[in-house]
């Protein structure tokens, strides 16, 4: 198979163990080796099953390790294959054991050289590994043995495979290729009956980042058709785990140091091979940290969303960087507040947001769970990294510090985690500011950290604590946002006059979650109350504070008792004095509940439902549109709906409704038929709407929805009566109020509510030009009283001194009223007030 055709050649149907030698070399040039061909590395290809058996052993595996298959199947694979031992003293004769084949496996040279073949056998790893070992074969001289160790999943009884390969043939690569044991990369082994299929070929490029997704779904394709492993090899994919070139540099350095001061001693010149070969491991060390950093760049910031960047910095290092990542946030930024000020300290609360292992799963969980805050003392590398922003290497923790660490944590012991693993904290900054930072560990078995871990920590944590603060601060505009929209928005009481009402709010889902959508409810006199609806068009800070300003001028007029078209029609000529960007739709409603009828008026609004109590029919109500707040120049027309007691009125926003790609009709048919559904509360109506709406998909814009139930009034808790101008009305005014609150069982109320309303009347008659004064008492939850007479001018509340004989009058209704007002209206004024009732 030539380097141009073998990743798209076919496996040839077989057996898993066969189709493993076949496909058991590596696209490489290789040359003194009589077994290999061109453009092909030999690959022992090792199959163990669950019992630490070996199920499978290639013809490579007999050629690299001098064991026959038929010996081979069967034996435990941790007596035939290159595992960590003793190295035997340099001086010692080398002995061969007694194992088949009788090659001797000459194990321990480790440093640097990452965890041991055992590791994998005997379940001490659940991730990709991959080292170094040297053995001693018969008929042969030293082999230097490159192998990877994949852990196999799914229900078959094959736990691992092992792929070995001669470092020696790798090295007699021509000067082109001198690099190129570093892109051998066995790709893959899983099982056939894998269950997620669609899953597996989706994730494939997370493990070789190289790959595309149209390719590893040809990969797990072959793998169902064929039933058994596939292996795939490439020239330019890479493990997540590679052998000894860029992590074992000291043992190369010390080799290449010895074998130079061999031949300085023997008065020879230092072959330029070795300096090559030094320049190149170099070299490959730092083009594959570059590649992890890049791929790890690529991984990190796919969202504004604070909490998924923390899980995704501390996903991207584990397990190829790091076996355990614990991420550190300072409490502001978790908080999404401003910047934080000043250096940490030992006072400084820091909040553990993300945890990342490769251990069994709840093995940490309990010990040290995510979410958890807790300050740092400044004896711990914690500390130390935090207030100088630097990383902090432990190249192993030892007793003495794993025991200062544990002490931070009451009542748990997390030394067994800690001691012994190599660690490595990097600070997490932005703008010079210290965010948090991430404790790295390493397993006991695996290399520590050294040097050049430490400076590509700091670049990562460097790239990691940029794309966290761009989180942050979104978090932290949104938040003001958020907190801005919230301060404009209304708290509606519950139960108004003669209706309840309910009301929900729901954010946009775009990157600009803040709009202009508002509700509102405003009290008005004769029990009245205004309903309003509005969505300023676009997003953001501005929509949100034009929202703000246009509901406080609906509220301002709201009170002055205008009719809605003409509501509308100032609330748009103000619009257009804020600026050309001032655009908004409204949907003003005024109910009365004594008369039972809806006035209501419409700017480019949707159009609102009318819930029927008599037989649960729903309608959408046919009004005047109008145009939108703010383009001037057209009229608002007003229409009065009769209603009775219990029918409900759903008012919402466009956002509701409205799907790209779909009708708006379509969303309206749905409000209909969701407001119609029975509720056992009004929460529980709104709760179906949202629902029936929300849950279709392609919302974007931010929801208002207000539902109000309008219960009425009913006549007989109404009472209305008129007095001609003649000051001695006042006493039978104050009669007739006694007199019928007795006749509604209120006789406790009828002393403060006499003398008020006697202030009133005197007020009224002494002011009025010719009409009767009016009084109406209503009952409900409160008791209120109006007085209404001809004069347009509204009453002041004034200090009056001991020997004033005005402005008592308002002084008394303020001080026993539970709250009162002044409005004007069609003929006059109205004042009122409200007097609480005594619970039953």
């Given at each position: ?290 590649e992890f950093l890049n791929e790890v760049s690529g991984r990190i910031g796919t969202s504004l969303d604070l909490s998924r960047t923390v899980v995704e910095v501390s996903r991207a290092v584990v397990p190829r960087f790091t076996d355990v990542a614990g991420t550190y946030l300072r409490e502001q930024v978790v908080a999404g507040e401003g910047f934080p000020d000043g250096v940490p300290d030992t006072t400084t609360m820091w909040h553990r947001v993300a945890l990342e292992h490769t251990d069994e799963p709840g093995r940490w969980d309990d010990v040290v769970p995510v979410g958890e805050a807790m300050p740092f003392p400044a004896h711990t590398p914690f500390f130390q990294c935090m207030t100088t922003g630097e990383p902090v290497l432990v190249p192993r923790i030892d007793e003495q510090l794993g025991h200062a660490i544990a002490s931070q944590f009451d009542k748990r012991d997390i030394r067994p985690l800690i001691t012994g693993r190599s ?418």
């Open positions: 198979m030539d380097r141009g055709t073998e990743r798209d050649a076919p496996f040839s149907r077989g057996t898993g163990g066969e189709a493993a030698d076949r496909a058991g070399r590596a696209p490489l040039r290789a040359q003194g080796d009589p077994s290999a061909d061109a453009g092909r590395v030999p690959l022992a290809v090792v199959v163990v099953d669950r019992e630490g058996l070996v199920s499978h052993w290639s013809s490579g595996a007999r050629r690299l390790f001098g064991v026959g298959k038929d010996e081979a199947i069967g034996r435990p694979a941790i007596d035939l294959l290159p595992v960590a031992g003793a190295l035997p003293d340099p001086g010692d004769d080398l002995l061969y054991d007694d194992f088949p084949g009788g090659a001797y496996s000459e194990y321990g040279a480790y440093d640097g050289l990452g965890p041991g073949l055992d590791s994998s056998l005997d379940r001490g790893l659940g991730y990709p590994a991959a080292g170094r070992a040297r053995l001693t074969v018969p008929e042969r001289d030293r082999v230097d043995v490159l192998w990877w160790a994949y852990p196999l999943v799914g229900p078959g009884t094959e736990r691992l495979l092992v792929l070995a390969a001669d470092a020696a043939v790798l090295r007699q690569e021509e000067p082109a290729d001198a690099l190129a044991v570093e892109r051998v990369a066995p790709g893959f082994a899983v099982h056939t009956d894998f269950p997620g299929a669609e899953e597996l070929a989706r994730r494939l490029p997370e493990i070789l980042p190289s790959m595309s997704v149209g390719e590893s779904a040809r990969i797990v394709g072959q793998i169902l058709e064929l039933g058994y492993p596939v292996l795939e090899f490439s020239h330019n994919d890479r493990v997540p785990v590679t052998p000894d070139w860029g992590v074992a540099r000291r043992v190369e350095r010390r080799e290449r140091r010895e074998h130079a001061a061999r031949a300085a001693a023997e008065g020879l010149p230092i072959p330029d091979q070795l300096a090559d070969e030094g320049d190149d491991l170099e070299y490959v060390a730092v083009r594959e940290r570059l660690m490595l904290v990097v600070p997490l900054k932005a703008r010079n500011v210290v965010l948090g930072f991430m404790i790295l560990l390493r397993h006991p078995e695996r290399v520590e950290f050294n040097d050049m871990d430490r400076v590509t920590g700091a670049e990562l944590a460097a790239r990691a604590g940029l794309v966290l603060d761009n989180a942050r601060m979104y978090t932290y505009q949104e938040s003001v946002a958020e907190t801005l929209q919230d301060s404009m928005l209304p708290h509606i009481p519950r139960r108004m006059a003669g209706c309840d009402i309910a009301t929900r709010y729901l954010p946009g889902t775009l990157l600009g979650r803040i709009g202009g959508d508002w509700f509102d409810a405003v009290k008005l006199h004769g029990a009245r109350t205004a309903l309003v609806v509005g969505d300023v068009m676009g997003h953001g800070l501005n929509s949100a504070a034009m929202m703000g300003q246009l509901r406080t001028a609906v509220q301002t007029m709201a009170a002055l008792d205008l009719p809605p078209a003409q509501l509308l029609r100032n609330l748009d000529d103000l619009a257009q004095r804020l600026g050309d960007g001032y655009l908004a739709t409204c949907l003003y409603a005024v109910y009365d509940p004594i008369a039972g009828e809806l006035h209501l008026a419409n700017a480019g609004h949707i159009p609102p439902v009318l819930v029927r109590a008599a037989d649960g029919r729903s309608e959408l109500l046919e009004l005047p549109t109008g145009a939108p707040i703010g383009v001037g120049g057209v009229p608002f027309e007003a229409v009065r709906v009769p209603v009775a007691p219990g029918d409900r009125l759903v008012m919402c926003t466009d956002g509701l409704v409205e799907m790209r790609g779909e009708d708006i009709g379509v969303g309206l048919a749905t409000l209909c038929e969701s407001a119609a559904h029975p509720a056992a509360s009004m929460d529980d109506a709104c709760d179906t709407i949202i629902r029936a709406l929300n849950t279709r998909g392609g919302r974007k814009d931010d929801v208002a929805l207000l539902m109000a139930r309008l219960g009425g009034i009913a006549p007989q808790d109404v009472a209305e009566r008129r007095f001609p101008l003649d000051p001695a009305e006042v006493g039978r005014a104050r009669a007739a109020v006694r007199e019928q609150l007795h006749a509604w069982g209120l006789g406790e109320s009828a002393g403060p509510a006499e003398l008020m309303v006697s202030e009133l009347v005197t007020n009224a008659l002494r002011h009025s030009r010719r009409s009767p004064v009016a009084v109406r008492l209503v009952r409900g939850d409160t008791l209120l009283c109006e007085v209404d007479d001809d004069d347009h001018e509204l009453p002041t509340l004034l200090s009056a001194g001991p020997g004033d004989e005005v402005g008592r009058g308002l002084r008394v209704v303020s001080t026993l009223a539970r709250e009162w007002g002044a409005s004007r209206t069609r003929t006059g004024k109205s004042v009122w007030f409200e007097l609480a009732l005594p619970r039953r």
